[in-house]
Nanobody, 122 residues
Framework: VQLQASGGGLVQAGGSLRLSCVAS????????MGWFRQAPGKEREFVAAINWIGSTYYADSVKGRFTISRDNAKNTVYLQMNKVKPEDTAVYYC?????????????????WGQGTLVTVSS
């Protein structure tokens, strides 16, 4: 499975941004998809995940502000980011995993996109 993330950019605090991740080269509908982020000097951290039947999981830091969704017909997973904060600044990565249990750490994810930079100005 190859993943291509896009949609990053510069946004003001309080604004919105939507990230997209298109999957190719495999069956998309039966994989778990996750978004992770990594800020400079920090470890990669979990943001959100969605399993193959649409159940969603969020980090506490983004709960109520970010929404993950998927369109299996388009092999695409989205991350809608609302009310962004400067601390949301990071490179955002999408990832795919075929495990039964949805992972909230990077380890279980076998496939990774190249990352897209989100910068939130104050």
């Amino acid at each position: 499975v190859q993943l291509q993330a896009s949609g990053g950019g510069l946004v003001q605090a309080g604004g919105s941004l939507r990230l997209s991740c298109v999957a190719s080269g495999g069956t998309f509908s039966n994989v778990n998809m996750g978004w992770f982020r990594q800020a400079p000097g920090k470890e990669r951290e979990f943001v959100a995940a969605i399993n193959w039947i649409g159940s969603t999981y969020y980090a506490d830091s983004v709960k109520g502000r970010f929404t993950i969704s998927r369109d299996n017909a388009k092999n695409t997973v989205y991350l809608q980011m609302n009310k962004v904060k400067p601390e949301d600044t990071a490179v955002y990565y999408c990832a795919a995993d075929r495990s039964i249990v949805v992972g909230t750490t990077p380890g279980p994810y076998s496939y990774w996109g190249q990352g897209t930079l989100v910068t939130v100005s104050s």
